[in-house]
């Protein structure tokens, strides 16, 4: 149990669908943040919120809305994603963005987009 | 902007061997450095990190790094192997500035028995 807790933990959808990925830190943490981790690639940071307000949106398509009701939880809502969405995700969260003790990472949500 | 580049795509090693993970990193001053692991089906857990002070730094799962300004590196070492280790480990970088992690593409390091 990392303290981080993502679901679904894996996801088939139509390019058509609509679905939402859900994360729950207890930790305390202030700062969440989701990362995309495809096959042979680094991973990409999509967004970050610090205090329940999005501070950076690394250019993620709008297909991609990302929803911080409060500083516990993150959702990911999808909407006609298309095949190369496919990846896993990666929620994260920190304390006011101090690098200190680094990010805790959730365990990810396998997304097959078909 | 800060990079990591992780030389080593895949790593095998006996267990019982040593292990060493290369990590070099492009930044114009110094950096915070990490080392994540990530297991199947896993998240990513810290192994260990570094900011400051000492070069030399302990982390868990009886991992070491060793920072050297003049190489740009942050490589990561474990003088025996256990077949747990088996796993995908990835190097991050961030800076004071902005706080972000920039990750490498990560090195698979599979060990046979």
């Known amino acids: 149990e990392t303290g981080v807790t993502q679901t679904p933990r894996h996801l088939v959808m139509g390019m058509t669908n609509k679905k939402s990925l859900k994360c729950e830190q207890h930790l305390g943490h202030n700062a969440m943040y989701w990362y995309k981790q495809s096959a042979k690639k680094p991973l990409e940071l999509m967004f970050v919120y610090s205090l329940e307000e999005r501070v950076e949106n690394n250019s993620v398509p709008s297909r991609f809305s990302p929803e911080c009701p409060n500083s516990s939880h993150l959702f990911l809502h999808l909407h006609t994603l298309q095949p190369e969405d496919s990846a896993l995700y990666l929620c994260a969260s920190s304390q006011d963005r101090n690098l200190r003790d680094g990010y805790t990472f959730g365990s990810g949500t396998r997304l097959t987009v078909v | 902007a800060q990079s990591v580049t992780q030389p080593d795509i895949h790593i095998t090693v006996s267990e019982g061997a040593s292990l060493e993970l290369r990590c070099n990193y492009s930044?114009?001053?110094?950096?915070?450095l990490f080392w994540y692991v990530q297991s199947p089906g896993q998240g990513l857990q810290l192994l260990l990190k570094y900011f400051s002070g000492d070069t030399l730094v302990q982390g868990i799962k009886g991992f070491e790094a060793e920072f050297k300004r003049s190489q740009s590196s942050f490589n990561l070492r474990k003088p025996s192997v256990h077949w747990s280790d088996a796993a995908e480990y990835f190097c991050a970088v961030a800076t004071a500035i902005d706080y972000k992690l920039s990750f490498g593409a990560g090195t698979t390091v599979t060990v046979r028995a």
């Open positions: 930044y114009g001053a110094t950096p915070y």
